[in-house]
């Protein structure tokens, strides 16, 4: 089958196979040509297959040649259906693993389900003994609880109605948009999808199990962003979300003494979960600009690769003054926020190819399905049908 990019607005609904294992061996051969010390051996990745977890797993196996179990919700292809990229890329790293002999098994399922939980703690009983790294990198649009409640993640203001300028996706025009402050339910709803409470399932089910090394680390990713965008991520509901996490990083630390709760503030990147909410693309494309002029942009990969090399590596652990590691420290330097804000207020239709990285943001887009890859062929037949090898 012929793959070409099916784009609506935020989401792509096809993938290409090829090229999402381009996208996996690019990111191998970046984090290969680090030096990572102190690495861990054994670690087990929740939201694995896709953006910041699945750099977090390249550069666990590639990095630090650790042993890698991921946990992930993809679909596989099913007719003229192709399957998610997270499938492809998980299938690719997976054969990539091996030609390392590194050890890499996948669980496809909900890792919000009990089941998914006992299922990982089976495998690393069976194949491991114990996991020394614990990274939590969901992004996910519901929850169904232990009580068999589901709960839905909204991206909402917390107070007022918040406008601002924002990038139209379907034609690269600059737009007014307004987003609503949350109704009833949908502010603890967030915080039960992105917050904490699932984190800490995951870490009581690991120590009752006795699966986790003495001294295990574990890491939750979040986000904090500028004053700019404050009403819809760090004040809105998924602000408030995140909020419940750090406090669940604080809290997993005092239930635990042999155990490093952390969470890591990451940089804005385009993600398949980061393109969905409102305002925020805009504020990426010019973010990209200016970083890329500056010389210090980052993708998911050399973020993560710096977190385990400069951080995580360290006796004692760098953090701010509420025990986050910071790796959103070049983002939010003033040199970076006084250019951005400085394009933010004169960007409009006309001028948003030259002001922002309109062009870099879609690349990390497309690049997210598999597309826009020099190198790969796209007018060739190919076969959609991937089996990830630990899932065969
Ligand atoms: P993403 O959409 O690329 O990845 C989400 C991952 O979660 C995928 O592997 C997916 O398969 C998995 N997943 C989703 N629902 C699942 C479920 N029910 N069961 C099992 N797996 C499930 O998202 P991302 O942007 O990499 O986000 C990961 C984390 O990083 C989030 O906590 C996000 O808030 C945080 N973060 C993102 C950014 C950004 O700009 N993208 C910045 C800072 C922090």
């Not at 299938?91 to 990539?96: K, L, W």
């Not at 203001?157 to 948009?177: A, G, M, R, Y």
């Not at 804000?341 to 239709?349: A, D, R, Y």
């Amino acid at each position: 089958m012929i793959v070409e990019p099916k784009v609506r607005e935020f989401i792509c609904t096809t993938a290409h196979p090829e090229g999402c294992r381009e996208n996996v061996r690019n990111q191998i051969a970046y984090v290969k040509a680090q030096k990572i010390d102190g690495a861990p051996k054994k670690v087990l990745i929740i939201g694995s297959s896709t953006g910041y977890g699945l750099a977090s797993r390249i550069t666990a196996a590639f990095g630090c040649h650790a042993a890698t179990l991921g946990i992930m919700f993809e679909k596989a292809a099913a007719g003229k259906r192709t399957a998610t990229p997270g499938w492809y890329n998980t299938a690719a790293f997976e054969e990539e693993a091996a030609k390392e002999g590194l050890y890499a098994k996948t669980i496809n399922g909900d890792a919000f389900s009990k089941e998914v939980k006992e299922q990982a703690i089976a495998m690393i009983q069976k194949d491991l003994g114990k996991v020394d790294l614990v990274i939590y990198s969901l992004a996910a649009p519901r929850r169904t609880d232990a009580q068999g409640k589901t709960w839905v993640s909204s991206l909402k203001t917390t107070d007022q109605p918040f406008t601002e300028k924002s990038l139209d996706l379907k034609n690269n025009t600059i737009v007014t948009k307004t987003v609503e402050p949350a109704q009833e339910g949908e502010l603890e709803g967030t915080i039960k999808v992105m917050g904490g409470e699932d984190w800490m399932d995951w870490m009581d089910a690991l120590k009752a199990a006795d699966v986790l090394e003495k001294d295990a680390v574990t890491v939750a990713y979040s986000y904090i962003g500028p004053e700019l965008t404050y009403p819809i991520y760090f004040d809105g509901t998924i602000g408030q979300a995140k909020k419940h996490l750090t406090k669940t990083a604080h809290e997993i630390n005092e239930k635990y003494s042999d155990v490093q709760a952390y969470i890591s503030v990451n940089k804005a990147l385009v993600t398949q979960a980061s393109a969905a909410i409102p305002i925020v693309p805009l504020y990426f494309a010019i973010l990209y600009k200016v970083m890329k002029k500056q010389g210090n942009h980052e993708g998911c990969i050399e973020q993560i690769t710096r977190l385990f090399k400069d951080r995580l590596s360290q006796e004692n652990v760098p953090v701010d003054e509420e025990g986050r590691i910071r790796m959103d420290d070049w983002e939010l330097s003033e040199s970076v926020q006084k250019e951005v804000m400085e394009c933010w207020e004169k960007v409009t239709t006309e001028n948003v190819g030259e002001i922002s990285d309109i062009e870099g943001y879609w690349e990390d887009f497309y690049h997210m399905f598999g597309f826009h890859f020099d190198d790969i062929d796209y007018t060739k037949d190919i076969d959609v049908e991937v089996k990830i090898p630990s899932l065969a």
